[in-house]
């Protein structure tokens, strides 16, 4: 009985299969930067406001890949906000509501947009709702709300759609360490 041919024994090696992981080592990478560099609350809600916004970002495109560029720029939306002075989460929802209304102009499949619309505003609004609570309660909810956007990029990495399964896996990797680290400083501070 002939066997098919697997893959060449030097891509079975941990090494090979570790790379193979680099969204997910990139994931938790970015996690224990943020955690070891003092995580709050802040910047917890503000990892969900730019996930959420890069995946509104590749929906309202119609192009995948812009959720990875949407990395960058969403990082330079917060800031921007932040040094104009009207806050982040003006320039985040300003920027979100323009990207919806480019959906619907350039006639992106609907139901992909209004999804990931939903989930901004759900998300950013229990993110946005953590930062206005004491900083104990605030912390938890904070945490907890990126850990179930891990579950949103589980879904999407399953269905490989709407953005590419390396940033929804780097995703999960990071919204589930981050998410559960900073709600557990929340549980025992």
């Not at 921007?80 to 920027?95: C, K």
Request: glycine residues 12%; neutral net charge.
């Amino acid at each position: 009985m002939l066997t098919p041919p697997g893959p060449p024994a030097a891509d079975r090696t941990p090494v090979r299969q570790l790379l193979h992981r680099w969204p997910t080592i990139l994931g938790l990478a970015a996690a224990t930067v943020v955690l070891s560099n003092g995580a709050d609350q802040d910047s917890a809600a503000t990892t969900v406001g730019v996930a959420v916004l890069c995946y509104l970002a590749a929906a309202a495109l119609g192009r995948p890949w812009i959720a990875w560029a949407g990395v960058l720029g969403g990082s330079a939306v917060v800031v921007a906000g932040e040094v104009v002075g009207i806050g982040r989460w003006v320039v985040l929802g300003a920027v979100g509501a323009v990207l919806l209304a480019v959906g619907l102009v350039v006639d992106v499949p609907r139901r992909p947009l209004l999804a990931q619309a939903v989930a901004f505003v759900g998300f950013g609004g229990i993110a946005l709702l953590a930062l206005a609570l004491d900083p104990r309660t605030g912390l938890v909810l904070a945490g907890l709300t990126l850990a179930a956007h891990a579950g949103w990029d589980a879904v999407y990495h399953h269905r490989d759609a709407v953005v590419p399964r390396s940033l929804a896996e780097a995703c999960m990797g990071l919204d589930l360490l981050l998410g559960l680290g900073v709600a557990v400083l929340g549980l025992t501070a």
